[in-house]
């Protein structure tokens, strides 16, 4: 269960039926926007905003330049 309007990868992962690593991949590229590092006793946690949105990201080769 999200966390007010922040939800945690777990939650994010579980939501879109994809793994941990899967998410925090996404992360990393860009995919979450406002996805924010929050230092918990245990240490930093991600934290995403709730409802999760992801935007789309390329995917495979880059396009080919026009010559």
Do not use: C, D
């Not at 990868?9 to 406002?34: L, M």
């Not at 924010?36 to 006793?41: A, C, F, Q």
């Not at 409802?51 to 789309?56: A, G, H, S, Y």
Request: aromatic residues 8%; without cysteine; positive net charge.
């Amino acid at each position: 269960m999200p966390h007010g309007r922040w939800g945690t990868v777990r939650e994010a992962a579980q939501h879109y039926g994809v793994s941990r690593q899967s998410v925090h991949k996404t992360i990393r590229r860009g995919g979450f926007v406002g996805a924010k590092i929050v230092e918990m006793p245990a240490g930093p946690v991600w934290m995403l905003p709730w409802p999760f949105k992801r935007r789309q990201l390329r995917n495979g080769r880059p396009p080919k330049r026009p010559t």
